[in-house]
């Protein structure tokens, strides 16, 4: 648990360097990031650099993914809701702003991640 929080929030990684995906808070890859090779169940649980802006409310990476690395070998599908459920678009090659990805937030998947699923192929 996070001092002060009152949420219990999980840490991604250690994650070898050449497995699964990087999630970066910006597109073209800027910004925070974090590797990435296990499936994330719901993102507003994972510690991460983006704030809704509540107080005391501690960063998390809900809806704070903008661009995707896809290590060769891998891939990941993207959900705009928890638990892998919503709307989805799988990605097998470096993605560099998912706001040329059609989806459901403002016509995109920009800012729209809520959990994902990293397979190894």
């Known amino acids: 648990m996070l001092a002060g929080c009152g949420t219990d929030l999980s840490v991604l990684g ?3 360097p050449d497995q ?5 808070m910006h597109a073209d890859y800027a910004g925070s990031s974090q590797a990435v090779n296990v499936d ?3 993102l507003t649980k994972t510690e991460g650099p983006c704030s809704s802006g509540g ?3 501690q960063p998390t990476w809900k809806k704070c993914v903008s661009s995707v ?3 060769p070998g891998w891939s990941a599908t993207l959900y705009d809701d928890e638990d892998f459920k919503g709307r989805s678009i799988t990605l097998t ?6 706001r040329d990805l059609t989806g459901p937030c403002d ?3 920009n800012d729209c991640v809520r959990s994902i699923r990293v397979t190894k192929q």
């Open 93 to 98: 090659a470096d993605t560099p702003n998912l």
């Open 14 to 16: 250690p994650t070898p």
């Open 69 to 71: 690395r896809v290590f």
């Open 40 to 42: 994330v169940h719901d």
């Open 20 to 24: 699964g995906i990087v999630i970066f």
């Open 55 to 57: 107080e005391g409310e």
């Open 107 to 109: 016509g995109s998947f």
